[in-house]
T-cell receptor
């Protein structure tokens, strides 16, 4: 079974600064996807960024980028130029890429609560 | 276009009562997922529907939980004889078969 670990229950960052959220995972599969989701107080889970395991290039979406270290099974999220609207819970998630597995459910970490200080 | 919608937004029920939670997926999405988010357990997968295939029920915590998806669209999650440990936020997501999952706003269930 796959597991996802987020070792930082809470983090804070000064507005306009950069913060990195950590995530490690455990899997025996070679084909998989990794995601970062953001959950503000409204409860809506919003996809921030995704990474395909077969791609060596780190994914980037505007101010959000990842550092994907496949051998180390590490998938950290970097938020640059932090804004007040970035304050939320951030969840790292894993999804199998094996079509034979049938279901494509996400396995989530426990989350990191990010506070942005004005 | 419209996103995933869920109803009710909040539900308070007495222990032992049955509840039904509804999910309307994004139009055209063939896959639908239910997850439970609770304080102690984080986000847990409950059940998965894909087209006309048999659902993957491997995440359902007990036989008090069941779900159906009618006409390949709307889904209902039913919890019978609710217990206090069922209190949680129930999230629904939909996707194209292998695509990203888009989540609804969830239903917060409180069992008193």
């Amino acid at each position: 079974a796959q597991t996802v670990t987020q070792s930082q229950p809470e983090m804070s960052v000064q507005e306009a600064e950069t913060v990195t959220l950590s995530c490690t995972y455990d899997t025996s599969e070679s084909d998989y996807y990794l995601f970062w989701y953001k959950q503000p107080p409204s409860r809506q889970m919003i996809l921030v960024i995704r990474q395909e395991a077969y791609k060596q290039q780190n994914a980037t979406e505007n101010r959000f980028s990842v550092n994907f270290q496949k051998a180390a099974k590490s998938f950290s999220l970097k938020i640059s130029d932090s804004q007040l609207g970035d304050a939320a819970m951030y969840f790292c998630a894993y999804r199998s890429g094996d079509t034979l597995a049938g279901s494509y459910q996400l396995t989530f970490g426990k989350g990191t609560k990010l506070s942005v200080i004005p | 276009g419209a996103g995933v919608s869920q109803s009710p937004s909040n539900k308070v029920t007495e222990k032992g009562k049955d509840v039904e939670l509804r999910c309307d997926p994004i139009s055209g999405h063939t896959a639908l997922y239910w997850y439970r988010q609770s304080l102690g357990q984080g986000l847990e997968f409950l059940i998965y529907f894909q087209g006309n295939s048999a659902p993957d029920k491997s995440g359902l915590p007990s036989d008090r939980f069941s779900a159906e998806r009618t006409g390949g669209s709307v889904s209902t999650l039913t919890i019978q004889r609710t217990q206090q440990e069922d209190s949680a936020v129930y999230l629904c997501a939909s996707s194209s078969r292998q695509g990203e999952q888009y989540f609804g706003p969830g239903t917060r269930l409180t069992v008193t």
